[in-house]
């Protein structure tokens, strides 16, 4: 999946990673999501998430490498949440790097 279907957003070495527009434009309405556990670590050729979506099934690759700090519980109880632009419920993961 190309870098312009998933935003970052860094604060002291810790990067937000969640999907743009484009991205859930690309991918339809998300259904299932599964996203590595806290303190794996990632490069950039590691999968981020692997997402089942009414367009596409897709492994979405890491834009940083870290070890995952944080991960969004809601999106893994209820993969729609990845559907909404609200930044605040709808991002990935946290990698520190």
Same mark, same amino acid.
């Given at each position: ?17 969640? &999907? ?6 690309? &991918? ?5 999501? /599964?996203?590595?556990?806290?303190g794996t670590q990632l490069s950039t050729t590691d999968s981020l998430l ?7 099934? +897709?492994?979405?690759? +890491?834009?940083?490498?870290g070890k995952i700090i944080d991960v969004n ?6 993969? /729609?949440? &990845? ?6 419920? +709808? ?7």
């Open positions: 999946m190309d870098k312009k279907y998933y935003w970052t957003d860094e604060d002291n070495g810790v990067v937000t990673v969640g &999907l743009t527009e484009d991205g859930r434009n690309e &991918l339809g309405n998300i259904t299932f999501v /599964s996203i590595p556990k806290v692997n997402v089942e979506a009414d367009k596409a099934v +897709s492994d979405i690759p +890491s834009p940083v490498a519980k809601k999106a893994e109880d209820d993969p /729609s949440v &990845l559907n909404g632009a609200d930044k605040t419920t +709808s991002w990935i993961a946290k990698i520190q790097k």
